[in-house]
């Protein structure tokens, strides 16, 4: 149906067209046919018999060509259509509505300007367009980079409003443990399914270290739902680990929790769909995923990395401390000892291997920070 009003419109297009060109040739077909038939006048058309028929003619070979083509043109209409709709979607919604308020300012004041300019001669009919053009682009591009700068400039206007209608009601009673409540859920906390599985998330929420409400996407819980059906066995005690965690953080801490019905149709990748998750809601991504923090980062939106916070809360060392340790594996190095702390942390030791699968005291000579963690050097104790 949509094919053929286009088609219609198109070929009605073509059609006006041809014979509003082909009306400009009438003065010539009549220089060179000049009979008094050609031109005669018809009266209430204002129109002479050779304008007539090059309007009709002009009008119907318009219409053959618009026909013809309309098809092409269909095609190549819908492809831009698809295009502009993928941009959009991949725009943040805060953005598309930042840009057509920009679209729309600029028109405007390219019409006043242009207005200004259209008395000139020869040239003062298409100034507007061009005016038009430029202002409406760079309307589009300055209110998208400078959305918050220009934002944050009419901040005082809710306050105010606020004000005005917080003097206007009644006094009421306020609890003070609702209040802080209400304070923190202005600012989310989106969890992914691989730190819900990891399950450290439900010890930092029980230490109310955590603020603000955790959101959860429901396309999380339903990866979480694949993996906990899964065919394989460890999958599928990671993806029922996964629930039960949820379960937890729901009923025995003190975070609120909320699910979310939002999705994206037109992302496939769970990741992605959570970036752009964040950044409608403008919230921090909860995560241990190392590529997830770094694609979240690129694309604006706050990560907070459990893997960073457990390296962070790790025990500092410094040389010459004392330690006892149990040599369980050798180092990659000849002669070396691999210990582990209890939180994890490894401990390679000079000359440990003689002593593999004893307890010994060694004494911390260096440490040294990586992304995998903290990794501790040390040698045994005469």
Not at 99 to 109: K, M, N, R
Not at 156 to 181: D, G, L, Q, R, Y
Request: charge should be neutral.
């Amino acid at each position: 149906m949509l094919d053929r009003v286009l088609r219609f419109f198109i070929t009605l297009f073509m059609a006006i067209a041809g014979g509003a060109l082909l009306n400009l040739a009438s003065p010539l077909l009549t220089s060179f046919i000049s009979t008094e038939i050609l031109q005669a006048d018809m009266g209430w058309i204002k129109l002479t018999v050779a304008g007539f028929v090059c309007i009709l003619l002009g009008a119907v070979l318009g219409g053959v060509i618009g026909f013809i083509l309309s098809s092409y043109f269909i095609h190549k209409l819908k492809r831009f259509s698809a295009k502009v709709e993928v941009q959009l979607n991949k725009m943040p919604t805060h953005d598309v509505i930042a840009g057509a308020v920009g679209l729309l300012l600029g028109l405007i004041f390219a019409n006043l300007l242009g207005y200004a300019f259209s008395k000139i001669p020869v040239v003062g009919e298409y100034i507007p367009v061009i005016f038009s053009i430029v202002f409406g682009y760079l309307g589009i591009t300055i209110m998208i980079r400078k959305r918050k700068e220009l934002a944050g400039a009419f901040d005082f206007i809710p306050k105010f409003m606020k004000a005005v209608a917080k003097n206007h009601e009644p006094e009421k009673e306020t609890s003070t443990e609702t209040a802080p409540m209400l304070e923190g859920n202005t600012q989310y906390k989106l969890l992914d399914t691989s730190v819900i599985i990891d399950g450290r998330i439900a010890d930092i929420c029980d230490t109310g270290f955590i603020e603000g409400t955790l959101l959860i996407p429901v396309f999380v819980l339903e990866e979480l739902q694949h993996i906990a059906d899964s065919s394989d066995v460890l999958k599928r005690t990671r993806g029922r680990r996964g629930l039960d965690i949820l379960q937890r953080i729901r009923q025995g801490t003190r975070v609120r929790v909320e699910v979310t019905n939002v999705d994206f149709d037109d992302i496939a990748e769970v990741d992605s769909k959570l970036v752009r998750l964040g950044q409608q809601v403008g919230g921090k991504i909860i995560t241990n995923d190392f590529n997830l923090n770094k694609v979240a980062q690129l694309r604006g939106v706050e990560v907070l990395n459990i893997n960073e916070l457990s390296n962070a809360v790790k025990p500092v060392v410094i040389p010459g401390e004392n330690m006892r340790v149990t040599v369980v594996k050798s180092g990659k190095e000849p002669g070396q000892g691999v210990a582990y702390l209890d939180d994890g942390t490894m401990i390679v030791i000079e000359g440990g291997h003689r002593f593999m699968n004893e307890i010994i005291d060694v004494e911390v000579t260096s440490a040294l920070q990586t992304a995998a963690g903290r990794m501790i050097f040390a040698k045994p104790k005469n």
